[in-house]
């Protein structure tokens, strides 16, 4: 499997259709945190690939997509302050078909 890094994604999108349409976009490449908030593992085509959708859905002098780069996902320990529910980093599970 290539290097996958892990990359917390928010975004601020004025309309509510373009709202729903980048979250359920969104749910199909990570893990939800919060309303606007995604944690997500993504090797270089994944993340090319997200990148490339959401930078074809989004108004760019509207909204706004922040990606930050945590580092390599099998390394990265991130230390992060939570409050309410428990944090943890998304971990690569074995899917069952």
């Not at 994604?9 to 908030?37: A, C, H, P």
């Not at 930078?55 to 922040?66: K, Y």
Request: proline share 3%.
């Amino acid at each position: 499997m290539r290097e996958e890094h892990l990359y917390l994604v928010t975004y601020d999108i004025s309309d509510q259709k373009r709202w729903r349409r980048v979250f359920n976009v969104m749910n199909g490449f990570g893990e939800w945190l919060q309303l606007s908030v995604f944690q997500c593992r993504l090797n270089r085509r994944r993340h090319a690939e997200l990148v490339a959708l959401l930078d074809g859905m989004i108004h760019h002098d509207q909204d706004h997509v922040l990606f930050v780069d945590l580092g390599p996902a099998e390394q990265v320990n991130p230390r992060v302050v939570s409050l309410g529910k428990d944090f943890e980093a998304v971990t690569r599970k074995p899917i069952v078909i």
